[in-house]
């Protein structure tokens, strides 16, 4: 079973920046997507960013110039580097795996793998 465990995240003001990180583990695909997630209150789950195992990345429109994802394939990490933050971006960010990943998507239902999520509050 995957393991995946979010940290990072936490109140800013409007304009400030956080580092949100994925842990995974307990996975072993060779071609995988990995991506960021966030559901506000009310919300649906929306894509944030996502990245296969080649680098290929897809952000949403919404944070893109803004966000940033890196993965350390070494130590099975994923980032998200948040910068110019925005009440908009209030919510909880979930990282999540989708295993034997042919097609890069941000697509929640193509994932199969979940953490628990970490709060982002971004205060104006």
């Known amino acids: 079973q995957v393991r995946l465990v979010e940290s990072g995240g936490g109140s800013v003001q409007a304009g400030g920046s956080l580092r949100l990180s994925c842990a995974a583990s307990?996975?072993?695909?060779?071609?995988?997507?990995m991506g960021w997630f966030r559901q506000a209150p009310g919300k649906e789950r929306e894509g944030v960013v996502g990245?296969?195992?080649?680098?290929?990345?897809s952000y949403a429109e919404s944070v893109k110039g803004r966000f940033t994802i890196s993965q350390d394939n070494a130590k099975k990490t994923l980032y998200l580097q948040m910068n110019s933050l925005k009440p908009e971006d209030s919510a909880m960010y979930y990282c999540?795996?989708?295993?034997?990943?042919?097609?890069?998507?941000?697509?929640?239902?193509?994932?199969?793998?979940w953490g628990q999520g970490t709060q982002v509050t971004v205060s104006s």
């Open positions: 999540a795996v989708k295993g034997y990943c042919d097609v890069l998507t941000r697509e929640p239902g193509e994932y199969n793998y």
């Open positions: 307990r996975y072993t695909y060779s071609r995988y997507c």
């Open positions: 990245i296969d195992r080649d680098g290929s990345v």
